[in-house]
């Protein structure tokens, strides 16, 4: 089974598109489960483990970084991973300080904002590069204290930098990137440089959100990389 994490302020049904190719998913709604990276990355394994002989873990931007998390929290359990635009973390002390400042402003924005120009304003990030978002979003901020929450917790500053940390992971791992995503492209091809079973694929024509600009050519890799290692049956 692909388990699939979604990214920040997503939802669930952002993976609604592969499902007709690979109906065996679970797609967790990461906001009722917001912990620091350590205590979810083990909660998050335990509960995998309990219900999944034969886990597959994907994660997206934020879903990424959860990911690999929960793959070194648990490195044994999961047959291979998917890993999309995500950071490896902050090396530089100072970057991470901005970064802070940064993930504390997106929070103050999501309590004080109407949800709509909250919407707006994170969806013109120079990262997107105007790419629109996977789903409306107009009913995600029922989860708005658990999306608020993920600042704090699951925001880049708070994260260490997990680079010199995945080496020791053996599943196969997919790193999937944009073309128009080049400071994602890069931290991909550093990641890959020290898995040691990873390839990296930069799909053409897609940025930051490459799966949902890009359907066809992510699925395609996607399908592509479990089909190499036997994990389609």
């Known amino acids: 089974m692909i388990w699939a994490l979604h990214g920040m302020v997503g939802e669930p049904a952002d993976w609604n598109f592969l499902k007709s190719t690979m109906p065996d998913m679970r797609t967790p709604l990461l906001w009722s489960e917001v912990d620091r990276f350590t205590p979810w990355a083990f909660q ?15 994660g997206y931007s934020m879903g ?10 648990a490195p044994r359990l999961f047959r291979a991973a998917i890993i999309v635009s995500a950071h490896t973390g902050l090396a530089d002390r100072e970057m991470r300080q901005r970064r ?36 409306e979003r107009l009913t995600t901020f029922r989860w708005r204290q658990g999306i608020i929450r993920s600042f704090d917790c699951w ?16 599943m196969p791992v ?13 931290l991909g091809r550093e990641a890959v440089a020290c898995l040691p079973q990873a390839r990296h694929v930069v ?3 897609a940025g930051h959100r490459v799966p949902w600009e890009a359907q066809e050519a992510f699925t395609a890799a996607v399908t592509a990389f479990l ?3 036997n994990l389609l049956t």
Do not use: C
């Not at 990424?64 to 929290?73: E, N």
């Not at 109407?114 to 996977?134: C, K, M, Y």
């Not at 999937?176 to 994602?184: F, L, N, R, T, W």
């Open 44 to 58: 998050f394994a335990k509960k995998v483990r309990e219900e999944d002989p034969r886990p597959v873990l994907m």
């Open 155 to 170: 925001g880049l500053s708070r994260q260490e930098d997990l680079l010199p940390k995945i080496s020791g992971l053996q």
């Open 174 to 186: 997919l790193w999937i990137s944009g073309e128009h995503d080049p400071v994602y492209s890069e």
């Open 100 to 135: 802070w400042r940064q993930d504390d402003e997106w929070a103050k924005k999501l309590r004080s904002l109407p949800w709509e120009t909250f919407l707006r304003i994170w969806n013109d990030q120079a990262v997107f590069d105007g790419s629109a978002a996977p789903g």
């Open 227 to 229: 089909s190499s290692e």
């Open 203 to 205: 799909i053409p024509s």
């Open 64 to 73: 990424g970084r959860l990911a690999l998390h929960a793959l070194l929290a």
